[in-house]
């Protein structure tokens, strides 16, 4: 079962995302696995030219500096949805069709917590409102992002906390709904992403499996947003407001 659940996720994220459930991950008293899977490859509307990625600094933390390939674009094409605040500069670039976009978010002080600690649906739709398209100087790191998470204390301290207690306990889950009895909790929930942004755009995948188991304005100066410190992105659907990727780059060089 275990081969066939990690075969059909590398089929539908094109080989990015592979053995997502590892060896021993599930058992004999696993019954159930949800499991899905997203896949996306897209061209920037405004590419970068190879020819201008340069190796350039990144700014780790205060005590470390690696060399990663910067993109750059400062042409009077350099047009983008941008703003900045106190705390922070806001990028938007579009992929062909403008269906999608991602989002960067990048703090001025080099301070990533700081910013991670104003993230919130109410400050991401402000922060989206004052963009305005304009000129902008851009320098860019590619980067490949690729995590594995367990997210299941992650929901637990979101609240989700009974669905991950066997039912013959107190508070315990209630998935009878689905198996038409109540023996089935959730034994743990994997998610791996994977994106790599580079000059021509970005292409990206994420897939989520659950285990279940039985009991037992305009400038006088062009602005520069130049991220070469640790930085927050995410891809967003125009449509629908989703969304579908959201990562943070530390170091671009791992």
């Known amino acids: 079962m275990r081969k066939t659940i990690n075969s059909w996720v590398e089929d539908k994220t094109n080989d990015k995302i592979k053995n997502l459930f590892s060896p021993g991950s599930l058992n004999s008293l696993t019954r159930l696995v949800l499991t899905n899977a997203i896949y996306f490859k897209g061209d920037w509307v405004k590419q970068f030219n190879k020819n201008e990625t340069r190796s350039e600094d990144f700014r780790v933390n205060q005590n470390q500096k690696v060399k990663v390939p910067m993109m750059k674009m400062t042409d009077e094409n350099a047009e983008f949805n941008y703003v900045q605040t106190d705390n922070l500069q806001i990028l938007e670039m579009f992929y062909e069709g403008e269906e999608l976009s991602m989002t960067v978010l990048l703090p001025k002080n080099d301070d990533l917590k700081s910013l991670e ?138």
């Open 117 to 254: 600690d104003l993230l919130s649906v109410e400050n991401l739709e402000q922060w989206q409102g004052e963009l305005e398209k304009q000129r902008v100087d851009v320098y860019l790191p590619k980067f490949t992002f690729d995590s594995k998470y367990s997210l299941g204390e992650n929901l637990q301290e979101m609240g989700m906390s009974s669905a991950f207690i066997p039912p013959s306990k107190p508070g315990g889950a209630d998935f009878s709904g689905i198996s038409g009895q109540k023996d089935l909790y959730i034994d743990l929930i994997i998610h791996q992403a994977f994106v790599d942004v580079n000059e021509e755009g970005t292409e990206a995948a994420a897939a989520t499996g659950i285990s279940f188991t039985t009991e037992s304005a305009e400038p006088t100066v062009v602005p520069e947003f130049r991220a070469d410190h640790p930085f927050i992105f995410f891809i967003q659907s125009q449509g629908t407001e989703n969304i579908l990727f959201m990562g943070k780059v530390v170091n671009p060089a791992t």
